[in-house]
């Protein structure tokens, strides 16, 4: 059974801080590891990553996977207040062709 | 606006009762999952559909779920004999593509209260 596992599952820091977010994985026919942010109701798409160590970049986060240690770490620099949500870690793979979530990182930037 | 829209927000409805929740996907994309989220918890797939053939059903969570996407366009999941436990976040998301995976858009999903 494919099973993605999230850390940590909160965590509380300081504007201007900067977090990683870790996701560890097993999948069977691994295609992909997706970031998902989550505020209110819909995840909104952060990053897809296919490749091992190739940096995804976008503003103040970035993402990277390592497919031989079957993680993934996201980080977010200089956090602000608005970055306060829940994120999600999903791949894609196995037989079915949906996505396999982990629980999420609850994430609360503090002013 | 042209995201994945979901409707109703929000449905309660007594314990027994029968609920169906649409989806309408990004105009341009031809796959359509659903996905369940309880608190705490990432989201959980159900089902999903490429165009009108739905691929995959073995994840819907009793023979109570059905879902269907009868031109290709949007999609019904309907819930039978309402259970307490089915209380949950319903989300549709859709993308664009073949046999590899492209991310996934989500819609705001459907929060089901049953009491």
């Known amino acids: 059974e494919d099973k993605v596992v999230q850390s940590p599952l909160s965590l509380v820091v300081h504007e201007g801080d900067t977090v990683t977010l870790n996701c560890s994985y097993e999948?069977?026919?691994?295609?992909?590891l997706l970031w998902y942010k989550q505020e209110k109701k819909a995840p909104t798409f952060l990053f897809m990553l296919?490749?091992?160590?190739i940096e995804k970049k976008s503003g103040r986060l970035s993402s990277i996977l390592d497919k031989k240690e079957l993680f993934s770490i996201l980080n977010i620099t200089a956090t602000q207040t608005g970055d306060s949500a829940i994120y999600l870690c999903?791949?894609?793979?196995?037989?079915?062709?949906?996505?396999?979530f982990g629980k999420g990182t609850h994430l609360i930037i503090q002013p | 606006d042209t995201g994945v829209s979901q409707d109703p927000r929000h449905k309660i409805t007594k314990r027994g009762q029968n609920v169906t929740f649409r989806c309408d996907p990004i105009?341009?994309?031809?796959?359509l999952y659903w996905y369940r989220q309880t608190l705490g918890q990432g989201p959980e797939f159900l089902t999903y559909?490429?165009?009108?053939?739905?691929?995959?059903k073995s994840r819907l969570l009793s023979d109570r779920f059905s879902a269907e996407r009868p031109k290709g366009s949007f999609s019904t999941l309907e819930i039978q004999r309402t259970e307490q436990g089915d209380s949950a976040m319903y989300l549709c998301?859709?993308?664009?593509?073949?046999?590899?995976?492209?991310?996934?858009?989500f819609g705001q999903g459907t929060r089901l209260t049953v009491v």
């Open positions: 999903a791949v894609s793979g196995g037989g079915a062709d949906g996505l396999t």
């Open positions: 559909f490429q165009n009108e053939a739905q691929l995959e």
């Open positions: 998301a859709s993308s664009f593509g073949g046999p590899g995976y492209t991310e996934a858009f």
């Open positions: 999948v069977t026919n691994f295609r992909s």
């Open positions: 105009s341009e994309h031809n796959r």
């Open positions: 296919t490749s091992s160590g």
